[in-house]
């Protein structure tokens, strides 16, 4: 009888020592994504305002936008079709705003998009986000038809597609909204 009580006492111990770590533990703050991203406006962006920024750049690389859906607090999702023969096919996009803990899409993340990418029966997905991918992120998606665009690779984009005269936010609020959104 002794040995259970010594048991259950250990056990009650044991769960209330991993209590006061998780309630004494120092919990991660948010990162300033302005700060790192050199004051970048476009880790401001939600999905919704992303997703339109990449549907009008994808519009100007002649890819045709055939459904969307997600809001702001989403992930922006997209279906794209490239009518150019041979080269050309279906693409999956979502986009996603800058994880606020890390500003940094990990693997896991990279890894669900690909998962959704293929249950998607497409050519190839396109993965953008304001923010940047781990190593392991880039990682995750070396072998799978999927190309990561990252802040700086979205910014390349704009000023290749829209030049450098507008600022990103009046940009985005300027753009015509053949994407649609759900209600």
Excluded: W
Excluded at 96 to 115: C, E, N, Q, Y
Excluded at 134 to 146: C, I, Q
């Amino acid at each position: 009888m002794s040995v259970i009580a010594l048991f259950l006492i250990a056990i009650v111990l044991g769960f209330g020592l991993i209590f006061l770590i998780a309630v004494t533990a120092p919990k991660p703050q948010p990162i300033d994504l302005r700060a790192e991203s050199n004051n970048a406006p476009i880790v401001e962006l939600d999905a919704e305002q992303l997703g339109k920024l990449v549907g009008a750049i994808l519009d100007r690389m002649g890819i045709e936008i055939d459904r969307t859906q997600g809001g702001k607090n989403e992930v922006f999702e997209m279906r794209g079709v490239n009518p150019t023969p041979v080269t050309g096919g279906t693409f999956f996009v979502h986009c996603i705003p800058a994880p606020p803990l890390t500003g940094k899409l990990d693997g896991p993340a990279v890894g669900a998009f690909i998962r959704a990418m293929r249950s998607a029966y497409v050519s190839k997905g396109l993965l953008f986000t304001s923010g940047t991918f781990t190593p392991d992120g880039r990682l995750s998606a070396e072998d799978a038809p999927v190309e990561l665009f990252d802040r700086y690779a979205i910014m390349k984009l704009v000023e290749q597609y829209f030049g450098q005269d507008e600022p990103l936010p009046q940009l985005v609020a300027n753009l015509p909204s053949f994407v649609r959104v759900p209600e």
